[in-house]
């Protein structure tokens, strides 16, 4: 028997890899989490809603607290450790702790780490407890790393990156030997629109939350005006008569019921479960995969998008009750722990036995990309995109060339790209030529013209959209929020005034402020 300790997100390659070798292969996988649930005490849905009732905790604020007692037991050195050991001693009293028998199945066995630093002080420390024997990967560099290509857009490298997925397939690579790694939501969005085109699906990409459809929507609404779960449920029902999705939402909601919540604590309950839960997305028999961490395969196309700084080694931006120091008193991992951990495995990932491409962009429409740290770290070389011959969707060479297009009507750019998808494709080119003419002299050249940074971005953007609502003042209609920041900027505009003083512009401005 094989045992095998790795994060959830390892198990499905690992069961591949072992039982290639093996197809009788009797392979046990455990989780740390699954050790620590074995080892060590802990608390489970009694305690939580003891939290909630009896302490008035919010839901998530709860769950993160219930994740530190398993560690605070008798813990000591600032005040928050002592109050989490009292109340650790609060829930044993309250005969809220879980069966601490240790299994027999696990204790003394031999035991292979994937997808753990060595120096996982959680997971030695289950290790230990148990009297397990445990084998981590070594690295070994036995292979130069990929190039990085770097693309100015996040359409340009999704594009391109379908077009190299499609390419494989139409050479005979099955498309479930084919993954996607990814870790920023916003390359999801293009993904799932732009595959489309190039004629295969994606599994795995970023689902749904319940919190976002109109069902919730729908039920909290009801639930608020009448204050009963059972006829909210029910009234929904008759507005989802056709929708499959009902049954899942309608257990997921029963799930959260607890008689002893007040009604406000039920809601943020039900709020706070439906953000953490995602509507089931269709899995595809013969699909690309997306991942979002490495996993443990041989001989696969693995397509490493996004690799840029934040997302490659991945920065932890979790919002801990406890700061580094608590967590480390108590045996719990730090922020620096979890990024160490995560350039190892990267490191371990990028020597597999794979055909690894690596690729990220410097911009998306709300966002601005650096390069990963990996690039300087393992010396790895910048490359700039190359055009295929053999473009396997004319849509998306249509979205290229039109790009490519504007470059060459506004700045006059040509390339070769330009001029190969030129020959390939043609596309009608309309487009405003950003002059303004037969404009109305508005007002007196001879006064001083102020300029904020967002007209200043407006007339950068479009000269006669800032006309428009600048200068005729059309459709000038503002909400609450803008009203709010127009009252911050006038205040602040005055600030080094000679006679400014706070209180008097303040009260002046509120005196204009539109409260209907």
């Known amino acids: 028997m094989r045992i095998l300790i790795a994060p959830k997100s390892y198990h499905r390659s690992l069961l591949s890899f072992f039982r290639e070798e093996d197809a009788f292969a009797d ?231 607890n008689n002893e919540f007040s009604f406000d604590q039920q809601l943020d309950v039900i709020e706070q479960v439906c953000k953490r839960s995602s509507i089931k997305e269709p899995i595809y028999t013969n699909a690309v995969e997306s991942i979002s961490e490495p996993i443990i395969s041989k001989d696969k196309h693995i397509f490493i998008i996004g690799f840029a700084q934040g997302y490659f080694p991945r920065t932890s931006k979790e919002n801990c009750y406890l700061n580094d120091l608590e967590l480390q008193k108590i045996g719990r991992l730090t922020s620096n722990d979890k990024v160490e951990s995560d350039i190892n495995e990267i490191k371990l990932f990028l020597q597999s036995d794979n055909h690894i491409y690596i690729s990220y962009s410097k911009q998306s429409l709300s966002n601005q990309f650096y390069a990963s740290p990996f690039l300087s770290i393992l010396e790895m070389k910048n490359i700039k995109p190359l055009l295929t011959d053999y473009f396997y969707s004319k849509t998306a060479l249509s979205y290229i060339y039109s790009d490519l297009k504007d470059k060459n009507y506004f700045y006059h750019e040509t390339s070769d790209d330009f001029y190969k998808i030129g020959n390939t494709v043609e596309i009608s080119y309309n487009t405003f030529d950003n002059s303004i003419k037969n404009t109305i002299d508005c007002y007196d050249s001879n006064t001083l013209l102020k300029l904020s940074t967002t007209g200043l971005d407006k007339y950068s953007n479009c000269p006669y959209s800032y006309y428009l609502s600048k200068i005729l003042e059309l459709d000038n209609e503002t909400h609450f929020n803008a009203q709010i920041g127009m009252v911050c900027h006038s205040i602040l505009e005055s600030i080094f005034n000679k006679n400014f003083e706070f209180n008097t512009r303040f009260d002046e401005e509120i005196a204009k402020f539109d409260f209907g």
């Open 27 to 257: 392979i046990k996988l455990f989780t740390k989490e699954d050790l620590q649930k074995i080892c060590l005490p802990s608390f489970g849905n009694e305690a939580l809603n003891y939290l909630i009732i009896k302490k008035n905790y919010r839901y998530d604020f709860a769950r993160k607290i219930l994740n530190y007692l398993t560690y605070c037991k008798n813990a000591e050195g600032t005040k928050k450790l002592e109050d989490l050991s009292k109340l650790y001693d609060e829930l044993v009293k309250q005969d809220l702790l879980l069966d601490e028998s240790i299994s027999d199945f696990i204790q003394n066995k031999d035991v292979e780490i994937f997808g753990y630093s060595n120096n996982d002080c959680e997971l030695l420390n289950c290790l230990k407890i148990l009297n397990l024997t445990a084998k981590f990967p070594s690295f070994v560099k036995n292979r130069e790393y990929s190039d990085v290509v770097v693309y100015e857009k996040i359409e340009d490298e999704v594009h391109l990156t379908l077009n190299q997925i499609a390419a494989l397939i139409d050479q005979g690579v099955k498309p479930n030997n084919i993954y996607i790694f990814n870790r920023n939501e916003e390359y999801n969005y293009y993904l799932k629109k732009f595959s489309k085109l190039y004629g295969f699906n994606i599994n795995g990409l970023l689902s749904q939350s319940w919190f976002t459809t109109g069902a919730y929507a729908l039920f909290i609404k009801m639930y608020k005006e009448n204050h009963d779960i059972s006829s909210s449920l029910n009234e929904l029902k008759m507005n989802m008569k056709d929708d499959d999705l009902y049954p899942d939402f309608e257990q997921l909601i029963n799930g959260c019921i």
